[in-house]
Each structure stands twice: as C-alpha cells, then as structure tokens.
C-alpha cells in the first residue's frame, strides 16, 4: 500500500489489491496496460513475462525507486490522484472547506477534493516534505 501510495503522489494511475489471484493479477494487468510490480518471487517466475516486476526492498522509497529505474518513470503530475482511492482530484464539493483547519481556510489555500472518498487536499509544509522526499527517492537529490 505504500507503494501504491507514492505513485498516486507522482500522478500515476495506481491499482492495488491486498488479496488477489496471481493468474486474476497478470490477467488484469495485461487486458489494464499495467505494471504488475511484486514482491512475490514465485510470482516472477511463473509469470515470466515483461509485464510483471519483481521488487528487491520492501520499503516503498526504495521500491519508488527500483519503479523508476525500471521504468524509467519520473515525478508525473504531482499530486494530481487521490491517494487513498486513485481517482483524478477535482473541485472540492460544497462544504469541504469545514472539514480543513481554520488556518487553511483563511490563508485561502485552493482546495481540491476526491469525488469517491471526499478527502480534501491542500498545498502546505507536507506537500514540500513529499517533494524532497521524492526527489530524493527518484535520485534527485
């Protein structure tokens, strides 16, 4: 999951399952035009095939990382997905400026919410951290 979380921060379409068949997993990757990245090794080898990425680190920086050099991935459109539930960010829906902190509010950040789970997002001393943090990951810094 905290893969899955990173790469929605980088902007990238991002499907994760706690529970799923291997043949179910190879099967939806390949009709979805996805990576399937792993760190199952018996899965790597049975599904030999240049779909599926099998990860060395169970750290999710680390892993961000192998991702990107495998890939050849860079930080996409930041901040862009949900990271909870992938969808596109959008407006933020009426009333979601309640459910963000006083300061927030009258700083007059811009807002933008998730239409599935109704989090509410804004740029803040976290969104710089992630950053750093990103570059770092993806060799930046």
Same mark, same amino acid.
């Given at each position: 999951?905290?893969?899955?979380?990173?790469?929605?921060?980088?902007?990238?379409?991002?499907?994760?399952?706690?529970?799923?068949?291997?043949?179910?997993?190879?099967?939806?990757?390949?009709?979805?035009?996805?990576?399937?990245?792993?760190?199952?090794?018996?899965?790597?080898? =049975?599904?030999? %095939?240049? #779909?599926? !990425?099998?990860? &060395?680190?169970? @750290?999710?920086?680390?892993? +961000?990382?192998?991702?990107?050099?495998? =890939?050849?991935? %860079?930080? #996409?459109? !930041?901040?862009? &997905?949900?990271? @909870?539930?992938?969808?596109? +960010?959008?407006?933020?829906?009426?009333? =979601?400026?309640?459910?963000?902190?006083?300061?927030?509010?009258?700083?007059? @950040?811009?807002?933008?919410?998730?239409?599935?789970?109704?989090?509410?997002?804004?740029?803040?001393?976290?969104?710089?951290?992630?950053?750093?943090?990103?570059?770092?990951?993806?060799?930046?810094?």
């Amino acid at each position: 999951a905290g893969l899955a979380r990173w790469l929605r921060v980088l902007g990238f379409d991002t499907a994760w399952e706690e529970t799923i068949a291997d043949e179910e997993l190879v099967r939806r990757g390949a009709e979805e035009r996805r990576l399937v990245l792993t760190r199952d090794r018996a899965l790597a080898e =049975a599904w030999r %095939t240049d #779909g599926v !990425l099998l990860l &060395r680190s169970d @750290r999710p920086l680390e892993q +961000l990382r192998e991702v990107a050099e495998a =890939a050849g991935i %860079t930080a #996409g459109a !930041l901040f862009s &997905r949900c990271t @909870r539930c992938n969808l596109p +960010l959008g407006d933020t829906p009426p009333g =979601a400026a309640e459910r963000v902190p006083e300061s927030v509010r009258a700083d007059g @950040r811009p807002l933008r919410g998730c239409a599935g789970c109704g989090r509410v997002y804004w740029e803040g001393s976290h969104t710089e951290r992630m950053r750093r943090t990103v570059e770092r990951a993806l060799g930046g810094g």
